[in-house]
């Protein structure tokens, strides 16, 4: 049965910091894995997509790697800002008895000061 | 595009009550998906479609939650008897294809959702 876990799941940085958020998994036998951002009250937004094939998805200041092999993805984001504070997801897509399922992560609540 | 759209927004009502939760897909999308968000068990797939077709209902809790897709466009959740553990955040998302056979997917575009209180 696919899990997955985030660490850590709340993280507070000042302003300009980089940081690095984890996502990690069990079942490396993964379509692909994708990265939301969830704002207060509100749905989630997609920021990367990485297919199975892929190592890793730029978007602007975010950077989304992929190991398959060990389980792991991180989300890198670049010079951290107050309007990055939400709450990041990840998700990985796997079959289970055939059919599609979409696995969430319970998220890290981040928080950047200004 | 408006994105997904979910109505009503926000539902409150009495345990033992009937309770609707509608989505429309982003137009030309062809896949939709049902989600519960609550603190303790985070974000659950409760079932998900493609043209129309449920293709796996293993995340339904029980037999009190339905769904269906009426059209390519429009999907309803029902929860008939509501009870207080329903209480949640329900989100439908839509996506632009599944590649015939393969279940590979898009990007999921999520709607704002529907917070419901069953009191």
């Known amino acids: 049965k696919q899990e997955v876990t985030q660490i850590p799941a709340a993280l507070s940085v000042p302003e300009g910091e980089n940081l690095v958020l984890n996502c990690s998994f069990t079942?490396?036998?993964?379509?692909?894995l994708q990265w939301f951002r969830q704002d207060p009250g509100k749905g989630l937004t997609s920021l990367l997509l990485?297919?199975?094939?892929?190592r890793e998805q730029t978007s602007g200041r975010l950077n989304a790697s992929l190991d398959k092999s060990s389980g792991r993805s991180t989300l890198y984001i670049a010079a951290s800002q107050p309007g990055d504070s939400a709450t990041y997801l990840c998700?990985?897509?796997?079959?289970?008895?055939?059919?599609?399922?979409?696995?969430f992560g319970t998220g890290t609540r981040l928080k950047v000061l200004a | 595009d408006a994105g997904v759209i979910q109505s009503p927004r926000h539902e409150v009502t009495e345990m033992g009550q009937e309770v609707t939760l509608r989505c429309k897909l982003i137009?030309?999308?062809?896949?939709l998906f049902w989600y519960r968000q609550t603190m303790m068990r985070g974000l659950e797939l409760l079932i998900y479609f493609n043209n129309n077709v449920p293709i796996d209902d293993s995340g339904m809790p029980e037999d009190r939650f339905s769904a269906k897709m009426p059209n390519a466009s429009f999907s309803t959740l029902k929860i008939q008897p509501s009870e207080p553990r329903d209480s949640a955040v329900y989100f439908c998302?839509?996506?632009?294809?599944?590649?015939?056979?393969?279940?590979?997917?898009?990007?999921?575009?999520f709607g704002p959702g529907t917070r419901l209180t069953v009191l």
């Open positions: 998700a990985v897509s796997s079959t289970t008895s055939g059919t599609y399922k979409y696995i």
């Open positions: 990485i297919q199975s094939s892929q």
């Open positions: 079942d490396s036998a993964i379509y692909n």
């Open positions: 137009s030309g999308h062809n896949s």
């Open positions: 998302a839509s996506s632009p294809r599944l590649a015939g056979g393969s279940f590979r997917t898009d990007t999921q575009y």
